[in-house]
């Protein structure tokens, strides 16, 4: 093993969604940064690739969400602004399902308690303004206009381009651990070992390695997504289309519009395989995995072919209540994190980064006590 290589203020342990953003932040404070990731930048082996991920303000998962993510639209666009890279698509989101169920119910209850502006439709109401997909009879559409898309392989490499000019350092080694010293952290990596006077893990799906109170706490599930060709207008983004969540009976389904020639994305939003080694996950074409997607694809947008073009498989990392853990490594002062995101997480990366900077200099003004891990109970 060869001796200590480098010295930092803050090691970053993962340069993902979150952790190119907490080194971006980091980097722009005046911190002498270092960011490890077992991968290339911008890589396609854990949760933050595929292209594409929606972003939304009236958030189904819950109203405390919705302060965390006006702050996350203002440092999406000063992204953009710095970067020169279109980022973000403002062309809406169209969620379909019945008025009384969890999808509708939770859109309808933020947007009231923050006063957001929706348009909420019938289903032939939908169908007149969206033609080609379909809402079934008693379902009720809604439409966020200030919703959109995500580029999201360009966030990530955005934040990290700009991170290292502001005197930040990325290295591809993969962590084998990290241990508290007297004055600070050791970190040993495949390739040596760094030394830090403070810590922040956002590692994705191999979080609940790296801390040790997340330890049963993470689950890790295989997501595949499917690329379908269209030649219909109804179905590109630059003709007006917007993505779109179903909530039907079968399950929770979504979709992002042709924005390129890579047709059209779809996906399903589901407990998926249970993972037990992240680097040994089965990325092959399963066509089971597509069967349903199919179905809805033919019932709901039927000017879409069935001709697969391409897939790509995620990582889920989620918690059992599906809320992010955000916090402070417990009994390790100087250390803090980020896991548990995956389903919903990645338009919120921003603002999760500028917290993660916030704990590492002392406290932050967002609020996130409903993130922390003691919801959960002792571990």
């Not at 969206?130 to 966030?155: H, I, K, N, S, T």
């Not at 595949?224 to 969540?245: C, H, L, N, Q």
């Not at 979504?254 to 047709?263: E, H, R």
């Not at 080694?277 to 947008?301: I, K, T």
Request: charged share 25%; with cysteine; glycine share 12%.
């Amino acid at each position: 093993m060869p001796g200590n290589r480098s010295a930092a203020d803050v090691v970053v342990l993962g340069a993902g969604g979150v952790g190119s953003a907490a080194l971006f932040h980091l980097a722009r404070r005046g911190h002498r940064v270092l960011g490890l990731d077992a991968f290339p930048p911008g890589h396609d082996r854990g949760s933050s690739h595929g292209e594409t991920r929606i972003i939304r303000l009236a958030y189904t998962e819950g109203p405390d969400y919705v302060p965390l993510l006006r702050r996350s639209y203002e440092l999406w666009d000063e992204l953009a602004a710095a970067s020169g890279e279109r980022l973000f698509h403002e062309n809406g989101l169209l969620q379909v399902g019945r008025a009384d169920g969890g999808l509708v119910e939770g859109v309808l209850r933020s947007a009231r308690e923050h006063d957001l502006a929706l348009d909420v439709l019938d289903a032939a109401e939908a169908a007149a303004r969206f033609p080609g997909f379909v809402v079934p009879d008693g379902y009720q559409a809604v439409f966020e206009r200030r919703a959109g898309v995500l580029r999201v392989e360009r966030c990530v490499l955005a934040h990290l381009d700009l991170a290292r000019a502001a005197g930040a350092e990325l290295r591809q080694e993969r962590v084998r651990g990290w241990a508290r010293e007297r004055d600070g952290f050791r970190v040993e990596t495949d390739a040596g070992v760094h030394l830090a006077g403070r810590l922040v893990i956002a590692a994705g799906a191999w979080a609940a390695d790296l801390v040790p109170e997340l330890s049963g706490r993470l689950t890790v599930t295989r997501q595949p997504v499917f690329w379908y060709p269209t030649d219909d207008a109804r179905y590109r983004a630059d003709r007006g289309a917007p993505p779109f969540i179903y909530d039907l009976p079968g399950g929770l389904f979504y979709g992002v519009p042709a924005l390129d020639d890579d047709g059209l994305k779809v996906g399903q939003h589901r407990q998926g395989r249970v993972v037990d080694d992240p680097l040994a996950v089965d990325r092959d074409l399963d066509p089971a995995d597509a069967v349903e997607l199919e179905r809805f694809l033919a019932a709901h947008l039927p000017g879409v072919s069935r001709r697969r073009t391409r897939h790509a498989v995620c990582l889920y990392t989620r918690s059992a209540d599906e809320d992010f853990l955000v916090g402070r490594v417990r009994d390790v002062p100087g250390a803090c994190f980020a896991a548990g995101l995956s389903g919903h997480g990645f338009k919120l990366t921003p603002v999760l980064g500028e917290i993660l900077a916030d704990l590492v200099e002392g406290e932050t003004t967002h609020p996130i006590a409903f993130l922390s891990p003691s919801r959960l109970g002792p571990s």
